[in-house]
């Protein structure tokens, strides 16, 4: 059987990588050691670097997960959903997350999760694309969005992330916006 899923995820997230996208995902990691939480893992197109001593990824989609267990054979990947997570608290000592809280049906809940998997003193970090500033473009999201979600997987391109981040919980340390403000890269610690 195929795995048309993972085929259309990666038909649309490798040409985004020579695009930049790989930087920076490159970027999220970078730096980051101890045990690591990444959430979507996708078909497994994120590098861990030789620091993380234990990695351990999760989807929702099995077809994916198939996919990434090809591509990082020695990472645990789990079908588990951000929602609700099968780890004790205080368990992790990172979080990182790309391009995947746009397609969380209720992301305060998946954000809160994280926040009670990180030790104290652990980083959440993530990339997302979000809402836009700016009236104009923010308009156009909203009217995409319907269509986009039902082809993306349920992205949704008009998602507000980072009052939603900082409601659970996490205070960010460092934030790079891309894209003319349509993309965020979040550096986060539970407060």
Known sequence: MSNVRALFYDAVMIPAG???LD????????????RVLEVGVGTGLLPYPPTVS????IDIDSQLLASARLRHP???????DVQQLPFPDASFDAVVAC????????????LAELHRV????GQLRLLEHVRSPHPTVACIQDRLTPAWSHLA?????NRDTIPLVEASGFRITHRTQ??????EELVAVPV
């Not at 234990?54 to 990824?57: E, F, K, L, M």
């Not at 990180?118 to 003193?121: I, T, V, W």
Request: aromatic share 4%; proline share 4%; net charge positive.
């Open 178 to 183: 891309r894209l003319r403000e349509l993309l």
């Open 18 to 20: 020579w695009l930049g």
């Open 118 to 121: 990180l030790r104290p003193g």
């Open 153 to 157: 997987m349920g992205c949704q391109l």
């Open 74 to 80: 020695g990472v645990t990947l789990l079908q588990a």
């Open 23 to 34: 930087r920076v995902r490159r970027r999220l990691v970078e730096g980051l050691s101890g």
């Open 54 to 57: 234990s990695a351990v990824a």
């Open 99 to 110: 391009l995947v809280f746009c397609t969380v049906e209720d992301p305060a809940r998946g």
